[in-house]
């Protein structure tokens, strides 16, 4: 099979170590890879295929020859570089938020919509919020079958997903805590060990940054603007692993053994025993998303309830970005 040169970009970041560790657990097929990030980062020595490969700093010239340039540095670099990397000739999967919502830019889970993959006019594919991407897994196909109309959802997200910084913190936070001493929060607005907060910014009525790409990545990915989502997302003390609690209102009644039925089959997708349930410390360090806790509710009417956990820095992240080159690089070849 022909080897591809891939760059990393953000390669020291929490989910860019885990590009570069997927990228050997995959067997992807990798002639030489390119690991960017800050200027700051120049030099680093990370772990890569049994040696060590030497960090770079990005900048416009750092894609010559590269075939898949995978993004995670943020929205800002992602803005500036991702167009750079597609004039170069690279397939870009960006996991920012720069180009989720750009029409000419797809929004892809591949168990979902892959097919959407197959057109852009920008070169860039996007990945969706990690929040979003285990939602879409878990409900697609309880969609397929019988439709949705609205989904409540609550998040309970681990601080890795606020990056390799965060982890730090909350680390060295809850033993100071412990000890009884005070922590100087910098990348949390509040304290976060042994506390749960809604850490980002508000946004539009009161809802805040994470809630409303819920809602409409969603809508985008499904191509369906009239389904109607109601977010509420949280940070918990987790250190990796998103949970979320999700009631789905379907077009027609669903039972529970009907959803057990199609989740059990479904790609990407663990269903849990009934006496077991979705933990994110179980599905940390897995590719999939872990489905449980169904019941029918007792409030909506075609309503159901799940817990869904999966691992915001593989399935939420750096997995879903290698599973789309996979499907599009290595299918073709
Ligand atoms: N964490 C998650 O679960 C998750 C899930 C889905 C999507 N994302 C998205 O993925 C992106 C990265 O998240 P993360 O959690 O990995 O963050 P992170 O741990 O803070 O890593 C950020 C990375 O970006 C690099 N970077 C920052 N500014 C740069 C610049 N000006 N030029 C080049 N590289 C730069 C950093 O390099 P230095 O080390 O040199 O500063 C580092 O490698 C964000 O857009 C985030 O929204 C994250």
Redesign the pocket.
């Given at each position: 099979m022909r080897r591809l040169r891939v760059a990393v970009?953000?390669?020291?970041?929490?989910?860019?170590r885990q590009m570069l560790s997927l990228l050997e657990e995959r067997r992807f097929p990798v002639s030489d890879v390119v690991p960017?990030?800050?200027a700051?980062?120049a030099g680093k020595r990370l772990s890569f295929g049994g040696g060590e490969v030497e960090v770079r700093?990005?900048g416009p010239g750092s894609f010559e020859g590269v075939e898949l340039a995978l993004f995670?540095?943020?929205?800002?670099?992602?803005r500036e570089f991702c167009p750079v990397a597609a004039q170069a000739g690279a397939l870009v999967v960006d996991?920012?938020?720069a180009w989720r919502m750009d029409p000419q830019v797809p929004l892809v889970v591949p168990e979902a919509n892959l097919a959407a993959a197959r057109t852009r006019p920008k070169g860039i594919i996007a990945?969706p919020?990690?929040s979003t991407i285990q939602m879409i897994v878990a409900l697609d196909p309880i969609r397929r079958a019988a439709g949705i109309s609205r989904i409540f959802v609550s998040t309970y997200q681990a601080v890795?997903?606020?990056?390799?910084?965060a982890i730090d913190e909350l680390r060295v936070a809850s033993e100071r805590s412990l000890r009884g001493e005070e922590h100087a929060y910098q990348v949390f607005p509040g304290p976060m060990a042994f506390n749960v907060q809604a850490d980002w910014k508000p946004a539009e009525g009161g809802y805040n940054e994470e809630e409303l790409k819920m809602v409409n990545e969603t809508r985008k990915i499904w191509g369906d603007p009239s389904i109607r989502v109601s977010p509420t997302t949280m940070r918990v003390p987790v250190l990796n692993g998103h949970t979320e609690s999700i009631v789905v209102e379907t077009t027609r009644k669903v039972t529970v053994a009907e959803a057990r039925r199609l989740l059990s089959s479904a790609p990407g997708v663990v269903l849990c025993d009934e006496d077991r349930q979705p933990l994110p410390l179980a599905a940390s360090g897995r590719d999939e998303v872990f489905v449980g806790r169904i019941r029918e509710d007792l409030a909506v009417d075609n309503g159901l309830c799940l817990v869904v956990a999966a691992d915001?820095?593989r399935k939420?992240?750096a997995t879903n970005a290698i599973q789309i080159a996979e499907k599009l690089l290595l299918a073709a070849a």
């Open positions: 970009v953000g390669a020291t970041g929490a989910v860019g960017l990030a800050s700051q980062s700093a990005l995670s540095a943020g929205a800002s670099v992602s996991n920012s938020s990945n919020n990690c890795s997903g606020k990056g390799a910084r915001n820095l939420g992240a």
